[in-house]
């Protein structure tokens, strides 16, 4: 079990530094897919609904999960005044220009705690003992 400042998850660390010292890159990711929040429909050039599917499992897009793996030569992106840059604006944005950034999949339980409802859901999750990161 990982948490961070904006949730938890549920990553197997000996697999993502497995991945990690096979791409030999400065730095590794974690990357997840989101599940859907809302219905998704298409529509015909009339209105008429031709599909409607409730809260499908993703939309296939792969984003940055916030766990990372980096090598020390990693701090070459990071000069100047540290309290001024953005990891996720220009270092991050650099290193993948580079070729120097790689994204471990995982295909876990993934959950941000960016708002109230997400509090609230991951703490019923504990709560009722359904939390996949309770190990204990």
Known sequence: MLTYGDGVADINIPELVKFHKTS???ATLT???LPGRFGNIETNDKGIVTKFQEKPEGDGV???GGFFILEPKIFDYLKGDVEEVQW???PLIEIANDGQLAAYRHKGFWK???AMRDKIELEELWENNNAPWKVW
């Open 62 to 64: 792969w984003i940055n």
């Open 31 to 33: 990357s997840i897919q």
């Open 88 to 90: 996720e604006k220009k």
């Open 24 to 26: 030999a890159k400065l």
């Open 112 to 114: 941000c705690m960016d």
